[in-house]
């Protein structure tokens, strides 16, 4: 998935947004929800037909195994894998419409009845991690942006290294300082709310060096704009005019970084899934890789690009709730 | 709320300053900011702080709200504010006084208010700031606010943004929330720069109210003739200290201080016109341009003709932004367009400099076809013919000969866009607009300076480097070779040669104009589109600037396109004023004409907007050596 794709998609309507009808603008978001679906999946198809080796092994058990020809014929029949690839790819168009993403090489069951438990704790995971990042990189803003050169340059230091810290890294410091000496928290395992805390973590300390990194930069923007001398100038207290004023206009560029934060971590969960041993998409894409697996691995590039779409929405619908001045109603709100 | 702060017995003075000094300690040292200054203020009376930037005007006001950078040191042998020793008020002590009896008005109400918050929004919150909890009652009173302020329909206005008003409107929504909790003391920095004249007139007359009403004022501004209008008392600021400081019409009638006699003289105005108002030296230029081109100086340097420009808005409509606009600005001359924001300036300003497309109406550069639809033959001739009948030659007259050029080339009828497209058909036989590749060569001869230069250098690049850039562009000689042009380019514009090393943001705002100037300059063109060129400078630096663009005008022959909102600089620069409203030409004709003799009503209603400066009377103190400072003998 090209990240500039995404990009264009979510700024595109922000930008239209004053030129056009609400109708327009959302057939032109649909429009473009699909086609970065459709790009995604057919670009993924072909590259793994690109790569060398021929699936029917994989079907067949493996490089280790010798099924013989007449098996081979059979089963290449049955996947429809003699078809030319134009027709491979539009049969399997034609079935993702109607919802059926074809059936596990590996697996031999259909694809959703195996990526279908994942999805949950891969976005719960995400979804978790985005939240604290968001936490850890306002919480670093509002306390040292602008509160002394000592405070700053803390804060500027710890951003940095926190946004340049590995993931697995974290991941496996938490685990071995939270759960195996403390004990706060499960070394492993999908059980509730707990098991969830150090995994996202992981996820989220390197999130939030990035997040917190472009946030003070509006911040300190923000901090020097006329306006909020004018709300010190109303009697305000400097902690009311940083919440009030500076912070809202901080949080606009970190929200449109969070769209691709929320498409990225879903991809980059394999890391925590994998050492804090949890179920996931992240793990599935992984294994389907290197099993090559083409239906799960197809499934699951849908499945991201899909979250990437609505996270997307989602975060364009916040920023003009945030931003009234890019909806072309914001007058009437 | 009733605490030993913010009472103020009635007719104390509200502020007592004795030698106040503000410094502050950077990482290069203390820098003094503010030295020895000292002031009073009675209720009902509005003092003026007077001088150009960085002369601690405005840390003089900040210290006033307490709102001076973490950095600062405010050191004073006396701070009274509003009865309180303002030196010992705590940051809290401070918030229960800002707002509540003293109101703040910043510069620049698009960026003083919360963008993103309402207006209503914004004045509730010093209602709130000050434990105003009914509901109800903070709704009327920002209500009342913006009505006091001027404000038609304030339940409407509460709603919006500061963004999604007009520049009026936003400026009294600005002073609403300044006044909203009746404050004894306003402090107003610069409350009408940038303003269009008749919505200066507008504020000028709100802040007037506000002095009626009882309260005292104390505002900042670089405009002498606003000052004069509303000031009781004057004090003139520079390098941080107080020069001068009396009765406004002393100061302003009778200034004592060499640098009070320099803002004055610095003030264009129509008693001034065709003098020097700046006392730097005449620049000279010992190069005559080479540059061949196809521009021909009997023709007019650029004439427009019914030019038509309208944009769809969001609701499908379409919105006329330039309608039937023509204009002629003779060689060597310089025609003043007068409008205020949203008129079609900025828009016809594009259109001349072959930027934007017009829907309809042609423009010749030098005689040469440059935008629209006559073929490069027919053009020709046109740009010749039009140059026979030059408009705007002095007389009052240009308007009658604008409207026969119009007639002749339409055939005596049809006027407009139906008329120009015949005229593109008959004449040519089908309207093939000038393109970009055809304008290219000619690029060199019309070159644009804007109100902001900064924004158009590139930050990284030396001032050395803007300039040679323009060179490059033009593929004028070899790097050595560019150097040394770039070098003489800075002579030119009166600037010294160590600044070619400098970058953009080092420079003061005048020098920036400077190269900017310099840089338009490089190529040698015949015509400088000047747009709001000095609208961003202090009055002294702009008088330079416009007697450097006189004295480049004058040696190099170049005709300027001068836009500007500022009436007293288009009267000063002008041969020949185009008056646009609403993208139409209210009225043109000779600078003369139209400022001594408007003949329409919306220009008269203009210029009556313009605050005029007092007749100086002689100056009667020993010593002061007259016109010592102005060798062209200005307006004494």
Redesign the interface.
Known sequence: MSTSSLDSLSAAPRTTA???TAGKVIAKRAAGSLFVLWAAVTLTFFVLRLTPGDPITAILGGAGSSPSPETVAAVRAEYGLDQPVLVQYLSYLGNLLTGDFGVSYIFKVPVLEIIGPQILPTLQLAGLALVFAWVIALAFTLLTVGR?RVLDGAGRAVEVFFASLPQFWVGIMLAVVFAVTLGWFPVAGNDGFRSLVLPALSLAVPLAGFIAQVTRSSFEDALA???V?????????DT?VRI??AL??AILPGLTLSAWAVGSLVSSAVVAEVIFARPGLGRSLVDAIVNRDLPITLAVVFLIAAVYILVNLVVDVLYRV????TN?K??AA | MTNTTGTNPVQQPLLAIDNLNVSFSTPRGVVDVVRDVSLALAPGKALALVGESGSGKTVTARTL?G?NA?NARVSAGRLDVLGNDATRLS?RQW??????D???V???AL???????TVGQ?ID??LR??GIRGRAERQERVYAALRDAGIPDPEVRA???S??LSGGLRQRA?IA??TVLDPQLVIADEPTTALDATVQAQILELLAGLKEQGRGLIFISHDLAVVSHLADEIAVMQHGRIVESGRADEVLGNPRHEYTRQLIDAVPSAAGKGTRLSAVPRVSVTSRPTRLSAFSEDAPALAARNLVKTY?S?DGTRRTVVDDVSFTLAAGKTLGIVGESGSGKSTTARIALGLTEPDAGTVTLGGLPWVGGAAPAAGRSEGERSGGERYGAGTGTSRAALTEADSTEDGGSDRGRSGFRRRGATRTGGPTAVTEDLRRPHRPDIQLVNQDPLSSFDPRFSVGRVITDALDAGSVGAPGERRDRAAELLGQVGLPLDLLERRPLTLSGGQRQRVAIARALALQPRVLLLDEPVSALDVSIQAQVLDLLADLQEQLGLSYLFISHDLGVIHHVSDDVLVLKDGRVIESGSAEAIFTAPTTGYTRALLDAVPDMPERRPAVVPGATPSAHNPAGADR
């Open positions: 004053t030129a056009g002394g704009q006329p306006f001398l004018s709300a010190r100038a109303r009697g305000l207290s009311a009030t004023h809202r206009h945030v931003d009234p001045r072309p914001g007058s | 709200v709102l973490s940051e918030r229960r006084l800002r707002g509540k003293i109101g703040y910043l510069q620049d960026v003083s208010l919360d963008p993103l918050r914004e919150e010093a700031a000050h709603r919006q943004r963004g999604e600005l929330q300044a769809a969001p």
